[in-house]
């Protein structure tokens, strides 16, 4: 990688992910700026940052970790810092962008992801770097450019470098809802495809809110009169969870863009394993590893997770050995470096579609 030595590029990094923002200033050559962040007495976020940065094309890196809020104030608080500092261009890198699982409308809820857009281009952020967002129609929330980078080479790397066997195996999609992914990753390794059917849907559509109007119709009558108000939805009834494709006697890869909550993930791998898969990987881009994540695992059937350094957990490595980390600094490096001397990011793209 062709490295930068330019002086007016800078590289400020908030508390979230210090070891991959050091990584990524070490491969662009370059020192990260002095920025001291603090909390008050009464937990308020403060922001000192110490070198010049008047006409200076500002990277911002910080992701979304378990302190996720404070994660928030911290880039926006930097963000206007360097605004009104007369930054020349703020470049936020973002590699796990927060609450992008509530990009849709639930009942009496929020788009918070929409809201968190607004708030982080207020702030200053004239670029937003990503990495393989839960929902791609994210970006149009942003009223500046975002490129959403993808992990999917690197995991593929790994599945062709570090799985033994990896021809004997197939890609499992947890749901049907990542149907598309699994099979794009199918199709570049020339394997076979399965989907778990009837697992428990992550979303709360189907949860009691309290709306009762208008009342349930009671006419027997073969014809429905309009009158009698809007039709209620049927309860959904889950069925037994399947598997549909073949998997026994291969080794079984499930592929997802985040690990957070792995209860589904573990209900997944048993009934892999009660259909003859004799191994069974998880492969994802953010691994959030919530709660009790590593000791699930752990006392789980599988084998591996392996999970992108987008988010620090290096804790959960220590209580689980099954988890492996994948390195992408390389590429944050490339995309701050084609941006700032402003050539095309299409080589980054290359290939990439939209299930990917």
Do not use: W
Request: charged residues 25%.
């Amino acid at each position: 990688m062709d490295i930068t030595t330019s002086t007016d590029i800078m590289i400020i990094s908030g508390n979230s992910h210090l070891e991959l923002a050091n990584l990524v200033a070490r491969r662009l050559g370059v020192k990260p700026a002095r920025c001291a962040i603090s909390y008050t007495t009464n937990r308020e976020t403060s922001v000192q940052i110490s070198d010049s940065v008047r006409g200076k094309d500002i990277y911002i890196i910080q992701t979304g970790s378990k302190d996720v809020n404070n994660n928030i104030m911290e880039l926006l608080i930097m963000a206007y810092a360097c605004k009104t500092s007369s930054a020349k261009s703020i470049v936020g890198v973002i590699p796990y962008l927060p609450y992008s699982k509530q990009c849709k409308m639930r009942k009496r809820g929020s788009i918070v992801s929409k809201l968190l857009a607004k708030m982080l281009c207020s702030s200053g952020l004239t670029h937003v770097i990503t990495m393989d967002l839960h929902q791609k129609e994210i970006q149009g929330f942003f009223e500046c450019p975002v490129d959403n980078l993808r992990a999917s080479p690197f995991l593929l790397q790994y599945i062709q470098e570090c799985i033994p066997d990896y021809r004997n195996a197939v890609i499992v999609a947890r749901n049907p809802g990542s149907a598309k992914k699994a099979t794009s990753y199918a199709e570049r390794l020339r394997l076979g495809i399965a989907v778990i059917h009837g697992e428990q849907k992550e979303s709360d559509s189907d949860m009691v809110d309290g709306r009762n109007s208008p009342p349930p119709s009671t006419s027997r009558s073969r014809t429905m009169d309009v009158g009698v108000g809007v039709p209620q939805h049927p309860a959904k009834e889950k069925p037994p969870i399947n598997v549909v494709g073949d998997v026994g006697g291969r080794i079984a890869i499930m592929v997802d863009d985040m690990v957070d909550d792995v209860a589904s993930f573990v209900a997944a791998a048993e009934v892999l394993k009660e259909r003859g898969a004799y191994k069974i990987y998880v492969l994802a881009t953010h691994g959030l590893l919530s709660s009790d994540a590593p000791r699930l695992i752990e006392s789980s059937p599988i084998d591996e997770v392996v999970v992108t350094n987008t988010i620090p957990h290096e804790i959960q490595k220590m209580q689980c050995h099954k988890i492996k980390t994948v390195d992408i600094s390389i590429l944050l490096s490339e995309s701050i470096r084609r941006i700032h001397n402003k050539e095309s990011m299409s080589y980054l793209f290359k290939n990439v579609t939209l299930e990917d």
